[in-house]
Structure formats: structure tokens, C-alpha cells
Nanobody, 124 residues
Framework: QVQLVESGEGLVQAGDSLRLSCTTSGRTFGSFAMGWFRQALGKEREFVAA????????YYGDDMKGRFTISRDSAKNTVDLQMNSLKPEDTAVYYC?????????????????WGQGTQVTVSS
């Protein structure tokens, strides 16, 4: 059983930075890809970023490119999301997700495992 636990919840001001972390457990992740999604109140869950565990290939949503960085630490079994230059529209619940399928990482239906989410609030 794969377990994902997010941390790093915060209330910040526009322009600030915040780092989220996803701690993984339950199995080895060598063949996995990990993703971050977010869901704002009243909106669909949207893709933020993803990383392939073994190749370290990274993928970003258009609005996140240049501001967000996803990384993984195989020794700690964590996946981090560094968010810089935050905007009020980045306010959402952020979810960590995992998949071991060779698939479209931008699509939320590609992921089999999800964390409970962590709240990020950016004030103007």
C-alpha cells in the first residue's frame, strides 16, 4: 500500500516563497512518477508539476514554469515542490500523487495514489 503525506501548509503574501513536501512510504518508487496537483475552491483539480523518480525528468503546468520547481530525494523518499513568486491565484489545496504507469503525467486520471492535501493561501 502506497501512502503519501503532504506537509508545508502555509499562509503567505504575494511574492513570497513556500516549500511543500510529500513523504512517501509503502513500497519502492524506482518505477514511479510523482506529481503535484492543486484544487482551488469551486474549481477543477489542475496539474502543477511531475517528476519521474528514476530519470528525474520534470514536467510543469504552463503557469508554474519558471516559478515552481519539483525535486525528489531518493534517500528520504520525499518529493518537494518549491514555489516562488507566489500569487493570490496560487491559493488552493495542493495534492501529492503517484503512479507506476507509463502515462500522461499531466492528467489526474493517470495517478493511482493521492495524499490528503495541504492548504496554501496567498494573500494580496
Amino acid at each position: 500500500q502506497v501512502q503519501l503525506v503532504e506537509s508545508g501548509e502555509g499562509l503567505v503574501q504575494a511574492g513570497d516563497s513556500l516549500r511543500l513536501s510529500c513523504t512517501t512510504s509503502g513500497r519502492t518508487f524506482g518505477s514511479f512518477a510523482m506529481g503535484w496537483f492543486r484544487q482551488a475552491l469551486g474549481k477543477e483539480r489542475e496539474f502543477v508539476a511531475a517528476i519521474r523518480w528514476n530519470t528525474v525528468g520534470t514536467y510543469y503546468g504552463d503557469d508554474m514554469k519558471g516559478r515552481f520547481t519539483i525535486s525528489r530525494d531518493s534517500a528520504k523518499n520525499t518529493v518537494d515542490l518549491q514555489m516562488n513568486s507566489l500569487k493570490p491565484e496560487d491559493t488552493a489545496v495542493y495534492y501529492c500523487a503517484a503512479t507506476n504507469r507509463i502515462t500522461n503525467l499531466y492528467y489526474r486520471g493517470s495517478y493511482d495514489y493521492w495524499g490528503q492535501g495541504t492548504q496554501v493561501t496567498v494573500s494580496s
